[in-house]
């Protein structure tokens, strides 16, 4: 048994907790000053105060969280996603402690997490990259030099970026000349660092992104791949596997999949991570970026392979054997779709904080939802919006679309605005149900202007079931 610390929180925190419980193992969570009945610490086996009332004094502060794995003498520690997950020098630092870090080695994460050096390695290693610069560039006239070389449009964005911040899309020599000291700012400010790229913008992109699992012993496996095309943003916020763009072409699929295992092996991986691609309208497809942790979606692949990547997570990191031991045993059977539900306003899809008062479901078969509310949880704009995760399991695609707008229907969330609205647009849109999406839907289908024009209809129909019962009512007395 391994005493297991949790940094994190909210729903991931939930299951990562579950997962390694159910592995024998001991759940330690945190609760802070600004979280201090958090939903999470009700699946962990012990509690931890982390002191501090903002992400920089708990989650994002390293040398307390290190105090306190002194302190209760905790053999191995899960980061979840975000936070501190993707961090070079706390795995270091943990590797250092002589703690486990359920994750890969540093190594990974540094040159998986650099931009530059994730693209020089996957060229290295036969992947396919975009084509751009090779390397960090230094100034607005060298970005525009390779633009001319590649052709416009083309993208500046952050060599230590994610979750879409420090990105640009530039049409022209004035837009990057205008763009290129703005996109270094907006790094330097979220990433700490102003490293910028410039490569080739691909029209009418799909973003595919391929699961792997890893073990200590030289094995990667592929849990085959997702889609993920339905942004805001650059932030998801549907995802479905397998990729309804790729649909029966099964010599593609084996391709981007291999591809994946391919430059896992190369950094000598040994977790879960998710090699993220961009396919354009031909198919051709190219690495964009590697994730070194768990991902949000990562339950529409649970769902469609019957992997359980978190327990196998920790499974690797502690040196154990996985749930299987070849590839042949990871199948496709059906479909499923993920719903981010967040603490949006589902027009301007901007964050909306606020006191959840009133909370129920009715599921039917074939609903999963990974989440962290309850009746009086605040929601606080100190964290993500993302407060639970619908997911559905279908026979087929058009099964898994049913299921989840159903359960769409039956998902009550009262007293703070969510994104509920905007999901059943989506799911009913007609281009969406044809599969024929890309990262430009929300953009060019604009769903969310339909959502104020749905609520009215649902009022009315209300109004009217309302006023039909009481003429009822009135007759009978």
Known sequence: MKKVLICNRGEIAIRVAMAVRELGHTAVGFWTDNEKEPAHLEYCDQWVHLKGSNNTETYLNMDQIVDIIKEHKIDAVHPGYGFLSENTTFSKRLEDLGVIFIGPHAEAIHKMGDKAISKQMAKDAGVPVVPGSTGEIDSADEAATIAKDIGYPVLLKAVAGGGGKGMRVCMSEDELSKNFEAVRREALSSFGNPGVLVEKFILNPHHIEVQIIADRKGNVFHCFERECSVQRRHQKIVEEAPSPFIGTDEELRSNICETAVKLAKAVNYNSAGTVEF????????????????????????????????????????????????????????????????????????????????????????????????????????????????????????????????????????????????????????????????????????????????????????????????????????
Do not use: W
């Open 278 to 477: 961009i396919m354009g309208e031909d198919k051709s497809f190219y690495f964009l970026e590697m994730n070194t942790r768990i991902q949000v979606e990562h339950p529409i692949t649970e769902e469609i392979t019957g992997v359980d990547l978190v327990a196998n997570m920790v499974k690797s990191a502690l040196g154990d054997d996985f749930d299987f031991s070849s590839q042949d045993e990871i199948k496709i059977q059906g479909h499923a779709i993920e719903c981010r539900i967040c603490a949006e306003d589902p027009v301007s899809m901007l964050p909306a904080p606020g006191l959840i008062n009133g909370f129920e479901t009715t599921f039917g078969q074939g609903i999963r939802f990974d989440h962290c509310i309850y009746n009086g949880l605040e929601i606080k704009p100190d964290f993500d919006p993302m407060i639970g995760k619908l997911i559905a399991k279908g026979h087929s695609r058009q099964v898994a679309i049913r299921k989840v707008s159903n359960a769409l229907d039956n998902l009550n969330i009262e007293g703070i605005k969510v994104n509920t609205e905007l999901h059943k647009v989506i799911l009913r849109e007609e281009n969406f149900v044809a599969g024929n999406y890309t990262t430009n839907y929300i953009s060019e289908i604009q769903p969310q202007n339909k959502v104020e024009e749905n609520l009215s209809d649902e009022k009315i129909v209300e109004t009217l079931l309302a006023t039909e019962f009481n003429m009822a009512n009135e007759s009978v007395l």
